[in-house]
């Protein structure tokens, strides 16, 4: 069973930093594309950023470009999201997608989201 | 880049009626076109892939259709446990992906 944890979420003021991580399990994860998905309350979901499988690409929503950086750790299963710079805006709900590697590129299992609160 | 327009926002509908959401892109995207559901709390759960194909375990009275920028997803009978929020959602083949507002179904 493909399984997707989120954890490092939390309250952050306006300009700090946070980081993310997605534990995989259930699946061989070096082999898939990843995403970071996000959803502001009352919102409906945004894409954020998607890695290749090696790390070797990356691409980000512009909203988030140049203040948040997505890696993985193919050895540790575990995608991360670095969050710098942090805006009031970028308060949501965080989740960790797999890419279902298939052309057209849906979204195929998500984990249960982190929550991310900028404030001061 | 595409924008997806989803509509209805809302709609309320009776237990075994035929509920009919529609999304369109802001450009042709062939069928790259996908639906999922979100209950409260919850993640969004994929439903529909490339515009017409059902995911495994989906039930079978969810179904979409359509291709380049006009797309519809239906509820062939609407069930108590299908209240939830909808969302279509495309990917350009140029890295982004993109959903739609999202369509609150509630029981009437």
């Known amino acids: ?3 997707l944890v989120e954890s490092g979420g939390g309250l952050v003021q306006p300009g700090g930093s946070l980081r993310l991580s997605c534990a995989a399990s259930g699946f061989t994860f070096s082999s898939y594309w990843m995403h970071w998905v996000r959803q502001a309350p009352g919102k409906g979901p945004v894409w954020v950023s998607r890695i290749h499988t090696d ?3 990356t691409n980000y ?6 203040r948040f950086t ?4 193919n050895a540790k299963n575990t995608l991360y999201l670095q969050m710098n710079s942090l805006r009031v805006d970028d308060t949501a709900v965080y989740y960790c997608v797999r890419d279902s590697m298939i052309v057209g590129h849906r979204f195929d299992n998500w984990g249960q989201g982190t929550l991310v609160t900028v404030s001061s | 880049d595409i924008q997806m327009t989803q509509s209805p ?4 509908a009776s237990v075994g009626d035929r509920v009919t959401i529609t999304c369109q892109a802001s450009q042709d995207i062939t069928n790259y076109l996908n639906w999922y559901q979100q209950k409260p709390g919850k993640a969004p759960k994929l439903l529909i892939y490339d515009a017409s194909n059902l995911e495994t375990g989906v039930p079978s009275r ?3 259709s359509g291709s380049g920028t006009d797309f519809t997803f239906t509820i ?3 069930q108590p446990e299908d209240i939830a929020t909808y969302y279509c959602q495309q990917y350009d083949n140029l890295f982004t992906w993109t959903f739609g507002q999202g369509t609150k179904v509630e029981i009437k």
């Open chain 1, 1 to 3: 069973e493909v399984q």
């Open chain 1, 55 to 57: 790390g070797s690409s």
């Open chain 1, 61 to 66: 929503a512009d909203s988030v470009k140049g």
């Open chain 1, 70 to 73: 997505i890696s993985r750790d």
């Open chain 2, 9 to 12: 926002s809302s709609l309320s």
């Open chain 2, 62 to 64: 969810f179904s979409g």
């Open chain 2, 76 to 78: 062939s009978s609407l």
